[in-house]
């Protein structure tokens, strides 16, 4: 099949490569675009407690303003605010409510307000949207920045703006120069790298204009898919899309290049060689596709809707790149032929290949040692992986230097530390009834009594009034671990306990959607990572025609995923100290280590199985697939990772910590588990590694062809 494919694509190029241009051009055009969301319905299911009260609330207090950012002030000498100062306050409050900031309703300075030690003072903003995490929103936080500083010039205050909106929005800001700085290292990576290793201008920046057609292709079809199909993405999935792509395209394009040149060297004719290419490592890149295809839509048994909207996206991105590979890359190289390689002229000769020909023949010769010493250092680093602690603070990560983050230092110096952010306590009364003062003040004392709260605001009834509304302070932080065990615990016990009969309470707000998120993600550890791995090694199985192989195989991937997060937590959490690591990491190195890592593997045994069949002694074929899988595997998983470790430049730990466990679990999988690991247990187990497929010498082929990496091969078929 796959020859055919790439005899379609190799003599009918111009026809091939004008139907990925009309299909992006089309698509483009005529596809939606991908919308943001903000519905919490969207991240968790709605039996979880908070979307429920989120729910409760929209429906009982529709016209209830929204607390989206707090103003904190103080003198610029730290001391005493005085009566003047306290004056200042409310005029700079008035002002900026004078302003009419976008979708800013309100700007409140209570007199009231005033830290007890007199130092500090609070002005509430409210917005009049239930999102306070609209663009609009942060626009109008943005604007006020800049608007207070002509009202505080003649005073002796000084001001800060922290809150929910305005750290989502110095959140956005702080990355967007990540963003930029992740795509720029991509692009000039993979530029450069594909310069060096092939001396070809040409060949460095085509991958980077065919990944670009591929992604205008997944985009336009994830976001008709979005509108037509009933598949939620949104707007978010475009960056990760850009990085998937990059990750995978690069991948699959330096196998198919490495095996075309290998095919040149061999002394056949381009069109002949780039047939045979497809036909040699269609197969593989197939196989490789549908592992992290089907590792992604395993993301579908997720409990959390981003989780869900967000594996079929990226299966279609992985599919739309998978055709390309097979498609438009060998229609765009028949068309160029050898022209491709110019200046270069080394493809017409065979390499040395000194350093992959000498860790072929050490996998080869010592496979027991390579075999302990490798999985000894995967053990190892594992080991780490018991003192993993999930982290739901990010905003504990953000640099120091920005407004909300030192804001609300200030702010927590003179008051409880949850009172930037409430949680919200909702009592409603079943059936239509209606909820009593004796009965709201004994639930009220009862929230007030809870070990870990600070304040309880009185009850807030709703216009019908069946439902009741509590603001309770934490005196922890809303992302910090104690404020959700907190929650989930104590406070939900005590709520539910002192509810009057025929009544219902829920708990609310931030802090609550962090302890249900917690549950959620614990219960998709437990389900998609092990329907994932039987997946893979469906597939694995179908493509080696082997039952053992794909044992040993997902062995060694569950190693390495332990080992890369181990070691995250080994540097971040020992070395540097960190409390903890990003709760989705484990989900991200699923994303990125096991799942695109796994085309590494497949790749090897491919290789080796090949080898095999065409009559090759095990450990020569092992001595041969190795030596001649080094520089590909190599060079696809420097760019990985590279494009990856930039993140470890950011100020935000957390995207540190993803940049490191990403860029070093792949690393890991290539270099470790794909180059040692895998070939030294495939020698060790021999014929049994393929049980209970038989291996039989492929007599289509020549078995005398490509012996020695280094030699001219003396038959032009062997690629087949």
């Given at each position: 099949m796959f020859g055919r494919v790439g005899r379609f694509c190799v003599n009918r190029p111009w026809l091939t490569i004008v139907a990925w241009i009309v299909a992006a051009i089309a698509l483009s055009a005529l596809a939606p675009s991908l919308k943001p969301?903000?519905?919490?319905?969207?991240?968790?299911?709605?039996?979880?407690?908070?979307?429920?009260?989120?729910?409760?609330?929209?429906?009982?207090?529709?016209?209830?303003?929204?607390?989206?950012?707090?103003?904190?002030?103080?003198?610029?000498?730290?001391?005493?605010?005085?009566?003047?100062?306290?004056?200042?306050?409310?005029?700079?409050?008035k002002n900026l409510q004078d302003k009419k900031h976008k979708k800013i309703k309100q700007v409140l300075s209570d007199p009231a307000a005033v830290s007890a030690d007199g130092t500090i003072a609070l002005a509430n903003v409210l917005a009049d949207t239930k999102n306070v995490?609209?663009?609009?929103?942060?626009?109008?936080?943005?604007?006020?920045?800049?608007?207070?500083?002509?009202?505080?010039?003649?005073?002796?205050?000084?001001?800060?703006?922290t809150g929910s909106a305005a750290t989502a929005l110095d959140t956005r800001e702080s990355s967007g120069d990540t963003d930029a700085m992740i795509m720029m290292a991509t692009l000039v990576l993979i530029i450069v790298l594909l310069g060096v290793i092939f001396r070809s201008p040409l060949i460095a920046f085509l991958p980077v204009l065919?990944?670009?057609?591929?992604?205008?292709?997944?985009?336009?079809l994830i976001a008709t898919a979005s509108e037509l199909g009933g598949l939620k993405a949104d707007q978010s999935v475009s960056a990760l899309l850009i990085v998937v792509l990059f990750g995978v395209g690069t991948d699959y394009i330096l196998f198919l290049l490495f095996r075309y040149r290998e095919a040149l060297r061999a002394g056949e004719q381009p069109k002949n060689a780039l047939v045979n290419a497809v036909s040699s490592v269609g197969e593989t890149i197939a196989s490789a596709a549908g592992a992290v295809i089907v590792a992604f839509l395993a993301l579908l048994l997720s409990t959390m809707g981003s989780m869900r909207s967000l594996g079929p996206s990226l299966a279609i991105a992985v599919a739309v790149t998978l055709v390309a590979a097979l498609t438009l890359v060998p229609a765009v190289f028949s068309l160029l032929g050898t022209k491709a390689f110019w200046p270069s002229k080394a493809w017409q000769k065979q390499p040395k290949n000194t350093t992959a020909n000498r860790i072929g023949?050490?996998?080869?010769?010592?496979?027991?040692?390579?075999?302990?010493?490798?999985?000894?250092?995967?053990a190892v680093l594992a080991v780490g992986v018991l003192g993993f602690k999930a982290e739901f603070d990010s905003e504990s990560s953000l640099p120091e230097d920005l407004e909300s983050v030192q804001a609300m230092e200030v702010l927590q110096k003179g008051f409880a530390a949850g009172g930037a952010d409430p949680t919200l306590v909702y009592l409603e009364a079943k059936d239509g009834g209606k909820l009593d003062k004796p009965e709201l003040k004994a639930f009220h004392d009862a929230l007030a009594g809870v070990s870990g709260v600070g304040q309880v605001s009185e009850a807030v009834p709703s216009p019908k009034g069946d439902v009741a509304q509590f603001s309770v302070v934490l005196k922890y932080r809303p992302a910090e671990d104690k404020?959700?065990?907190?929650?989930?615990?104590?406070?939900?016990?005590?709520?539910?306990?002192?509810?009057?009969?025929?009544?219902?309470?829920?708990?609310?707000?931030?802090?609550?959607?962090?302890?249900?998120?917690e549950t959620a993600v614990n219960h998709d550890y437990k389900v998609v990572f092990p329907v994932a791995g039987v997946a893979i090694m469906v597939i694995l199985g179908l493509l080696l025609r082997?039952?053992?192989?794909?044992?040993?195989?997902?062995?060694?991937?569950?190693?390495?995923?332990?080992?890369?997060?181990?070691?995250?937590?080994?540097?971040?959490?020992?070395?540097?100290g960190e409390k903890g690591l990003l709760f989705m990491l484990p989900v991200i190195v699923y994303l990125f280590v096991v799942a695109i890592g796994t085309d590494y593997n497949i790749l090897m045994v491919a290789r080796l199985r090949e080898e095999i069949r065409k009559g090759t002694a095990p450990r020569e074929a092992v001595r041969l697939a190795v030596a001649q899988s080094v520089p590909t595997i190599s060079a696809a998983a420097v760019i990985l990772a590279g494009t990856f470790g930039v993140l470890m430049l950011a100020d935000n730990s957390m995207l540190q910590q993803m940049g490191f466990a990403v860029s070093f679990g792949i690393?890991?999988?290539?270099?470790?588990?794909?180059?040692?690991?895998?070939?030294?247990?495939?020698?060790?187990?021999?014929?049994?590694?393929?049980?209970?497929?038989?291996?039989?010498?492929?007599?289509?082929?020549p078995t005398d062809t490509f012996r020695e990496p280094g030699d001219r091969a003396v038959s032009g078929s062997a690629s087949r």
């Open positions: 969301t903000d519905d919490q319905a969207d991240f968790l299911p709605s039996h979880y407690q908070s979307v429920q009260a989120a729910k409760l609330q929209e429906k009982a207090f529709p016209q209830r303003d929204q607390p989206a950012a707090i103003i904190v002030f103080q003198r610029s000498d730290g001391g005493k605010l005085t009566a003047s100062d306290k004056e200042a306050v409310g005029k700079v409050a995490y609209d663009e609009d929103v942060l626009e109008g936080v943005k604007q006020m920045r800049e608007d207070a500083r002509s009202p505080l010039g003649g005073t002796s205050l000084k001001m800060g703006i065919t990944i670009l057609v591929v992604f205008t292709v997944a985009n336009g023949s050490l996998v080869s010769r010592r496979p027991a040692a390579v075999a302990v010493v490798s999985a000894g250092i995967l404020a959700i065990s907190l929650v989930s615990g104590e406070l939900r016990d005590a709520v539910d306990k002192a509810a009057p009969e025929g009544s219902r309470a829920l708990v609310g707000g931030t802090t609550a959607v962090l302890a249900d998120i082997s039952v053992v192989a794909p044992l040993y195989l997902m062995v060694s991937v569950g190693l390495g995923f332990a080992a890369t997060l181990g070691s995250t937590v080994w540097l971040f959490q020992g070395a540097q690393l890991l999988t290539a270099f470790i588990m794909a180059l040692l690991l895998v070939p030294t247990l495939t020698t060790l187990l021999g014929e049994k590694a393929w049980w209970p497929g038989h291996q039989a010498p492929d007599t289509a082929a």
